[in-house]
């Protein structure tokens, strides 16, 4: 079966720097394009970047562009996200997703574009 686990979340002191790891099986990766989401407490969940399936193609959230990287690695079956200058804000759970195609789309940030999730780690910045 389809499964994405998240690694790679802990407590940062902002301006630090993170990688989070989405590792997935069950699925030919190659395939598909991948994304991130994040959800602070009492918010809704929300896009912060895609990639397809052959890398050549990103999206970024406006509140992440210039800070986070996505990249992927289809032998290791593992998509990557780089995020450096974190700020308190950037506080939250942290989920990878699979689209149902290969590119990411208008609707890159949109929840219901996505048909399976993993189970989210925690990012927390503060000092």
């Known amino acids: 079966q389809v499964q994405l686990v998240e690694s790679g979340g802990g407590l940062v002191q902002p301006g630090g720097s993170l990688r989070l790891s989405c590792a997935a099986s069950g699925f030919t990766l190659d395939y598909y394009a991948i994304g991130w989401f994040r959800q602070a407490p009492g918010k809704e969940r929300e896009g912060v970047s895609c990639?397809?399936?052959?890398?050549?193609?990103?999206y970024y959230a406006d509140s992440v562009k210039g800070r986070f990287t996505i990249s992927r690695d289809n032998a290791k079956n593992t998509v990557y996200l780089q995020m450096n200058s974190l700020k308190p804000e950037d506080t939250a759970v942290y989920y990878c997703a699979k689209r149902s195609i290969n590119w990411c789309g208008s609707r890159a940030e949109a929840v219901g574009a996505y048909d399976y999730w993993g189970q989210g780690t925690q990012v927390t910045v503060s000092s």
């Open positions: 990639i397809s399936n052959s890398g050549g193609s990103t």
